[in-house]
């Protein structure tokens, strides 16, 4: 049987993308969870991240950074545009 994949955000079954919440270059690891996502959500998401992390990366520890950047995919996942 075949799994069918939808975007969390779009629920769109197109150019699905498993997105890392925390990105890999900043530490994060697959136990920091991911999210299914169609390309355009994904990429809109990845925009999104380069201004949060230009945002926050000066100013706040890992840690904090982590934190507030599942409470932003949370937030994405939620909203419709």
Same mark, same amino acid.
């Given at each position: 049987?075949? @799994?069918? +994949?939808?975007? @969390? +955000?779009?629920? #769109? #079954?197109?150019?699905? &993308? ?7 270059? $900043?530490?994060?690891?697959? *136990? !920091?969870?991911? $999210? *299914?996502? %169609?390309?355009? %959500? &994904? ?11 230009? !945002?926050? /990366? #000066? #100013?706040?520890? +890992?840690? @904090? ?5 599942? !409470?932003? /995919?949370?937030?994405?996942? +939620?909203?419709?545009?």
């Amino acid at each position: 049987m075949i @799994e069918l +994949r939808l975007c @969390e +955000r779009c629920k #769109s #079954s197109t150019e699905i &993308h498993e997105h890392h919440i925390i990105p890999k270059c $900043i530490g994060g690891k697959d *136990i !920091d969870g991911r $999210i *299914i996502l %169609c390309k355009k %959500c &994904h990429d809109i998401l990845h925009n999104l991240y380069n201004k949060w992390l230009y !945002d926050y /990366v #000066s #100013s706040i520890k +890992r840690l @904090e950074c982590k934190k507030n950047l599942k !409470d932003k /995919v949370n937030w994405f996942i +939620r909203t419709k545009w």
